[in-house]
């Protein structure tokens, strides 16, 4: 029998009636979003998030390489979403659950399939060379809300990575290091944004189903313990510009088509506020990069004098 | 862009359907009634999908025995000459597991699961032909199927895909309009407007969504009576033989 | 005085009087030397000595008060998971005040109990019983009811348990009432009136597992004042 986490009824019931009088544990309110620390490396596409408890780190890298033959005209773009047991005992190696299975695809989804990085902008010479952008997603520490971490992560680092600057001539591409030239961006067209919905049914299946009173709860972003006790989990990717980039609620609770669209419309406030911090982070960290550049070329150096 | 023009002016589609209608639904339950419980034959428009279903029975280990509630065992072969591009579609590709956790995670809640613990209810479909709607006939199979097998359900879980092209809600997309299209495929509970199931991979704006999830809606309960109408004309052939005898 | 000691350390035992050996030693006896196996606060008692330390995973013990979570039951023994990834251990039906093979105590999956290690050999499965096995009564184990259980850490929660005194007990009793028991698998369940009380004296009990003393009633008045006690 696999060891897993073990939840009682007293919990279920008691974290059941505190969500009824829209209270939940860590003092939240139903539809608030816990707040989201990021901070970013010294090297370029370092990104470390952390929401509550959770931890995800990603990096992001770039090598040359050939494009696929049936897409000549574009780069590659790899999301690498492996879940060790360093985030939590509930993971094993070389095994991937059902969980993580829907994990990894909604970040591939969200952050790939959505056209977040423009994959054209990543050739070098058609059918030959092209720029291969890795994002490796590294998940440290586990209290729910994975994709909605990684996502943040992701779509910070591909916005904060420099790649080296090229020149082509011919056949031949010469890449500059970066002390030669000033390393490019990458063309990144949207942010999608993740926001989780747990869904929780206080009054049994058949009032849920048959039923017409609509009782169930929505909460955002859950904790570990919420997660466990959730009866259904819709995940929303949507962009600042009213996009709706992916939408997963695989199974779980029936829930009414219109609160599904509110919770488009709740997600896409906590995405225009969450691109607005990404966004003030990132011209924070150019300013202090670039005053590191006029401080190393200014003409009063600080200069080291023999007496 | 392809070289069709997915919505003409005129407003008919590329195989001439306007914007709200459905593909051609046709759907047999009991199709193999010697080797399963429950069996489905479901063709959604070119699309074709066998499905069948045996148990609730023994579960071949422990391991997958719950003392609660039945088991789900979902396993899912595109064929390779389903396609056109005659791809072989290996099982354990990670868009396919998805498709089969969720539609696990849907019939879980749909099937009373807890009437049969201890017990595997294993779902075996065959994709035969595939022209788009991949996942909403296969969903509709299994209803058809677990329906056929006699298992206690809540309600059908009736399936379809809808996009959105200029302005305009697309119900039921083919092949050539999913490659083109952004478009997302629903469960419909019954008669309801709960969703069980809601998948959508493509930018659609948000201000839309509710127009697209109106039309595949409606277009879910088209669904659910045309398989209603199939258990119901089962049911009749096999009452008229019972009263001959 | 308490000294820090790590494995590796020498014990400063008093060979005149005679020591009962607690946890975190270890009697070589080939030796008869004593050896630190745990890093922590040496408790240097007159009839005792042990090492105080604070480890995350909980290991039974025999005659430790626990809390733990029905998870399945077979024949007459049901399984009881003590902490998270951990081999469950056996509570036996029979272990209940007043049982007999007639009377079975009706616990479902997912039961709180409270009950009290009676038998932690590791080469045998481990036991737990809900029975006070001097008077044969209860003894205030059994079925936990409603409440609610959240984890803290193993020392903290020692200290809870052995200390009558505690000051956090002591400040949470003049905010309201309540019933709570102790397991020295980190487990706390803690049972008021009304849920915002109880979420409110388990947010406290938390908050308070890794600050001094000192800081206690700050701690206890903002948890409360959060949630609009």
Same mark, same amino acid.
């Given at each position: 029998?696999?060891?897993?986490i073990?939840?009682?009824?007293?919990?279920?019931?008691?974290?059941?009636?505190?969500?009824?009088?829209?209270?939940?544990?860590?003092?939240?309110?139903?539809?608030?979003f816990?707040?989201?620390?990021?901070?970013l490396?010294?090297?370029?596409?370092?990104?470390?998030?952390?929401?509550?408890?959770?931890?995800?780190?990603?990096?992001?890298?770039?090598?040359?390489?050939?494009p696929?033959?049936?897409?000549?005209?574009?780069?590659l +773009?790899?999301v690498s979403?492996?879940i060790?047991?360093?985030?939590?005992?509930?993971?094993?190696?070389?095994r991937?659950?059902?969980?993580? &299975?829907l994990?990894?695809?909604?970040?591939?989804?969200?952050?790939r *399939?959505?056209?977040?990085?423009?994959?054209?902008?990543?050739?070098?010479?058609?059918?030959?060379k092209?720029?291969?952008?890795?994002?490796?997603?590294h998940?440290?520490?586990?209290?729910g #809300?994975?994709?909605?971490?990684?996502?943040?992560?992701?779509?910070?680092?591909?916005?904060?990575?420099?790649k080296?600057?090229?020149?082509? !001539?011919?056949?031949q591409?010469v890449?500059h290091?970066?002390?030669?030239?000033? @390393?490019?961006?990458?063309?990144?067209?949207?942010?999608?944004i993740?926001?989780?919905f %747990?869904?929780?049914n206080?009054e049994?299946?058949e009032?849920?189903i048959?039923?017409?009173?609509?009782?169930?709860i929505?909460i955002?972003?859950t904790?570990?313990e919420?997660?466990l006790?959730?009866?259904?989990?819709?995940?929303v990717?949507v962009?600042?510009?009213?996009?709706?980039?992916?939408?997963?609620?695989?199974g779980?609770?029936?829930?009414? %088509?219109l609160?599904l669209?509110?919770?488009? *419309?709740?997600a896409?406030?906590?995405?225009?506020?969450?691109?607005?911090?990404?966004?003030?982070?990132?011209e924070?960290?150019?300013k202090?990069r670039?005053?590191?550049?006029?401080?190393?070329?200014r003409?009063?150096?600080? *200069?080291i004098?023999?007496e | 862009?392809?070289r069709?023009?997915?919505?003409?002016?005129?407003?008919?589609?590329?195989?001439?359907r306007?914007?709200?209608e459905l593909?051609?639904?046709?759907c047999r339950?009991?199709?193999?009634?010697? !080797?399963?419980?429950?069996?489905?034959?479901?063709?959604?428009?070119?699309?074709k999908?066998?499905?069948?279903?045996?148990? @609730?029975?023994?579960p071949?280990?422990k391991?997958e025995?719950?003392?609660?509630?039945?088991?789900?065992?979902?396993?899912?072969n595109v064929?390779?000459?389903?396609s =056109?591009?005659?791809?072989?579609?290996?099982k354990?590709?990670? *868009?396919?597991?998805?498709?089969?956790?969720?539609?696990?995670?849907?019939?879980?809640?749909? =099937?009373?699961v807890?009437k049969?613990?201890r017990t595997?209810?294993?779902?075996?479909l065959?994709?035969l032909?595939?022209?788009?709607?991949l996942?909403?006939?296969?969903?509709?199979?299994i209803?058809? /199927?677990?329906?056929?097998?006699?298992? /206690?359900?809540?309600?059908?879980?009736?399936?379809?895909?809808?996009? +959105?092209y200029?302005?305009?809600?697309l119900l039921?997309?083919?092949q050539?309009?999913?490659?083109?299209?952004?478009?997302?495929?629903? #469960?419909?509970v019954?008669?309801?407007?709960?969703?069980a &199931?809601?998948?959508?991979?493509?930018k659609?704006? &948000?201000?839309?969504?509710e127009s697209?999830?109106?039309? %595949?809606?409606?277009?879910?309960?088209?669904?659910?009576d045309?398989?209603?109408?199939?258990?119901?004309?089962? #049911?009749?052939?096999?009452?008229s033989?019972?009263?001959?005898? | 005085?308490?000294?820090l000691?790590?494995?590796?350390?020498?014990?400063?035992?008093?060979?005149?009087?005679?020591?009962?050996?607690?946890?975190g030693?270890h009697?070589?006896l080939?030796?008869?030397e004593?050896?630190p =196996?745990?890093?922590?606060?040496l408790?240097n008692?007159?009839?005792?000595?042990?090492?105080e330390?604070n480890?995350k995973?909980?290991i039974?013990?025999?005659?430790?008060?626990?809390?733990?979570?029905?998870?399945g039951s077979?024949?007459?023994?049901?399984?009881?998971?003590l902490?998270?990834f951990?081999?469950?251990?056996?509570?036996?039906?029979?272990?209940?005040?007043?049982?007999?093979k007639?009377?079975?105590?009706n616990l479902?999956?997912?039961?709180?109990?409270y009950a009290?290690v009676?038998?932690?050999?590791?080469?045998?499965d481990?036991?737990?019983?809900?029975?006070?096995?001097?008077?044969g009564k209860?003894?205030g184990?059994?079925?936990?009811?409603?409440g609610?259980v959240?984890?803290?850490?193993?020392?903290?929660?020692?200290?809870?348990?052995f200390?009558?005194?505690h000051?956090?007990?002591?400040?949470l009793?003049?905010?309201?009432?309540?019933?709570i028991a102790? #397991?020295?698998?980190?487990?706390?369940?803690?049972?008021?009136?009304?849920?915002?009380y109880?979420?409110?004296?388990?947010?406290s009990?938390?908050?308070c597992?890794?600050?001094?003393?000192?800081?206690?009633?700050?701690i206890?008045?903002?948890v409360f004042?959060?949630?609009?006690?």
């Amino acid at each position: 029998m696999a060891k897993g986490i073990e939840v009682s009824i007293n919990e279920k019931s008691f974290v059941f009636d505190a969500l009824k009088q829209g209270i939940r544990l860590d003092g939240r309110k139903l539809e608030d979003f816990r707040n989201v620390d990021i901070t970013l490396g010294d090297e370029y596409g370092y990104v470390d998030v952390r929401l509550g408890k959770t931890r995800v780190v990603a990096r992001i890298s770039a090598e040359i390489s050939t494009p696929f033959e049936d897409r000549p005209f574009e780069g590659l +773009f790899t999301v690498s979403t492996e879940i060790s047991p360093m985030a939590s005992a509930m993971f094993e190696n070389q095994r991937q659950s059902d969980d993580e &299975l829907l994990i990894s695809r909604a970040i591939e989804k969200a952050v790939r *399939r959505s056209g977040a990085l423009d994959l054209e902008s990543l050739c070098i010479i058609a059918g030959s060379k092209c720029w291969s952008i890795r994002a490796d997603v590294h998940f440290l520490d586990y209290d729910g #809300g994975f994709i909605d971490a990684s996502c943040i992560a992701v779509m910070t680092g591909l916005q904060h990575f420099r790649k080296n600057d090229i020149t082509v !001539s011919g056949e031949q591409i010469v890449i500059h290091s970066v002390e030669e030239r000033e @390393p490019v961006e990458l063309s990144v067209l949207h942010v999608p944004i993740c926001v989780t919905f %747990a869904f929780f049914n206080p009054e049994g299946v058949e009032e849920n189903i048959k039923g017409e009173s609509n009782n169930e709860i929505y909460i955002v972003d859950t904790t570990l313990e919420e997660d466990l006790l959730k009866d259904g989990v819709l995940t929303v990717a949507v962009n600042k510009n009213r996009e709706v980039c992916q939408i997963s609620k695989a199974g779980g609770l029936p829930m009414d %088509a219109l609160t599904l669209m509110d919770c488009g *419309r709740k997600a896409y406030d906590i995405a225009v506020e969450l691109t607005n911090q990404i966004k003030k982070l990132l011209e924070a960290d150019y300013k202090r990069r670039n005053e590191g550049i006029q401080y190393k070329l200014r003409a009063e150096n600080d *200069r080291i004098t023999v007496e | 862009m392809s070289r069709f023009e997915i919505y003409s002016p005129e407003g008919l589609r590329v195989d001439g359907r306007r914007w709200n209608e459905l593909r051609r639904f046709e759907c047999r339950i009991n199709t193999h009634p010697d !080797s399963s419980d429950g069996s489905s034959y479901v063709e959604q428009g070119n699309s074709k999908v066998i499905c069948i279903v045996n148990g @609730p029975m023994e579960p071949s280990s422990k391991a997958e025995m719950s003392t609660s509630k039945a088991t789900l065992k979902i396993s899912l072969n595109v064929t390779p000459f389903s396609s =056109i591009d005659r791809k072989k579609r290996s099982k354990n590709e990670r *868009r396919i597991q998805e498709i089969v956790t969720s539609l696990k995670r849907t019939f879980e809640q749909s =099937i009373i699961v807890n009437k049969y613990p201890r017990t595997t209810i294993s779902i075996t479909l065959h994709v035969l032909a595939l022209d788009g709607g991949l996942l909403s006939s296969i969903t509709n199979a299994i209803t058809l /199927a677990l329906i056929d097998a006699g298992i /206690a359900m809540y309600d059908y879980i009736s399936s379809v895909s809808a996009g +959105f092209y200029n302005n305009t809600p697309l119900l039921d997309l083919n092949q050539l309009e999913e490659s083109d299209v952004s478009f997302l495929t629903i #469960g419909v509970v019954g008669k309801s407007e709960k969703l069980a &199931l809601l998948l959508l991979e493509n930018k659609i704006p &948000l201000d839309q969504l509710e127009s697209v999830l109106a039309i %595949a809606i409606a277009g879910g309960h088209r669904i659910r009576d045309l398989m209603d109408k199939e258990v119901r004309r089962h #049911g009749d052939l096999r009452l008229s033989k019972l009263a001959n005898k | 005085m308490s000294t820090l000691i790590i494995p590796g350390d020498s014990i400063p035992i008093n060979q005149k009087s005679e020591q009962l050996i607690g946890p975190g030693l270890h009697i070589d006896l080939n030796t008869k030397e004593i050896i630190p =196996i745990n890093s922590g606060l040496l408790q240097n008692g007159n009839k005792s000595i042990h090492i105080e330390s604070n480890s995350k995973r909980y290991i039974p013990q025999t005659n430790d008060y626990v809390i733990g979570t029905v998870t399945g039951s077979f024949g007459d023994i049901f399984r009881v998971s003590l902490s998270n990834f951990s081999s469950s251990v056996s509570l036996s039906a029979m272990a209940f005040p007043n049982a007999s093979k007639k009377n079975r105590p009706n616990l479902k999956v997912g039961s709180l109990i409270y009950a009290r290690v009676s038998n932690a050999d590791p080469i045998v499965d481990i036991e737990i019983e809900c029975i006070d096995p001097t008077t044969g009564k209860d003894g205030g184990f059994g079925l936990l009811e409603d409440g609610f259980v959240f984890d803290v850490n193993l020392a903290f929660a020692r200290n809870l348990l052995f200390d009558a005194n505690h000051p956090i007990l002591k400040l949470l009793v003049q905010k309201c009432k309540f019933e709570i028991a102790i #397991g020295l698998n980190g487990k706390i369940w803690i049972k008021t009136d009304d849920l915002k009380y109880t979420l409110a004296c388990s947010k406290s009990i938390q908050n308070c597992q890794s600050v001094t003393s000192t800081r206690f009633k700050e701690i206890i008045n903002t948890v409360f004042k959060e949630l609009g006690l």
